[in-house]
């Protein structure tokens, strides 16, 4: 465990960007998955629409700085490799768009990243009305009040009470009855 405030804070931030990070890579396997799968048979009209889907995630990932542009760039040339090696001649007949957009991922919710903290408990309905109708109306400015200047208690000490650093209390006595 880190003592220092930095090093501890650091630690914070990694495991936060650990957790985000995660999200895009497992989206971005899943995506060149696919599309290897869909390479495989044969289909180059899926194959192309499912390619894209896996270069556009692989672009994303690069862009958040999740995988290397270069680690990127070698995944995409491997996957048109694979696609352009489908021979012409054993090329299936293209799909309805039914069969496309089953073979197609569904977009999965995003996951939050860190772990929410505990909170107090939910308001009322009353409470949470009231307040809400109070950021509706705008506040009046209330004029400022203007305090009554204080004498100043250095001013009314005698010069010789102002050098002594300690005072005794008979000092003390005759500072206050002046």
């Known amino acids: 465990m880190a003592n220092i405030k930095s090093q501890i804070k650091r630690n914070r931030q990694n495991d936060k960007r650990r957790l985000r990070n995660r999200v895009v890579r497992g989206d971005t396997r899943s995506a060149v998955k696919n599309a290897r799968a869909v390479i495989e048979t044969g289909n180059a ?4 629409v499912a390619l894209k889907q896996a270069i556009s995630a692989l672009d ?3 862009e958040k700085g999740v995988l290397h542009k270069n680690n990127v760039a070698r995944r995409k040339s491997r996957l048109m490799k694979k ?5 012409a001649k054993t090329m299936v007949e293209p799909q309805p768009a039914e069969t496309v957009a089953a ?3 569904e977009p999965t919710p995003a996951k939050k990243a860190t772990p929410r ?3 107090a408990a939910p308001k009322a309905a009353e409470t949470q009305a009231v307040e809400v109708a109070e950021k509706a109306e705008p506040k009046a400015k209330k ?4 305090k009554p200047a204080k004498a100043s208690a250095s001013k009314a000490k005698p010069a010789a009470a102002k050098t002594t650093a300690k ?4 000092a003390k006595k005759t500072s206050v009855k002046k």
């Open 103 to 105: 073979i197609e991922p």
């Open 60 to 62: 994303k990932a690069a």
């Open 117 to 119: 903290k505990r909170t």
């Open 167 to 170: 005072k005794t209390t008979a």
């Open 45 to 48: 009209e899926t194959a192309k």
């Open 83 to 87: 696609l352009a090696a489908i021979p």
């Open 143 to 146: 004029p400022a009040e203007k």
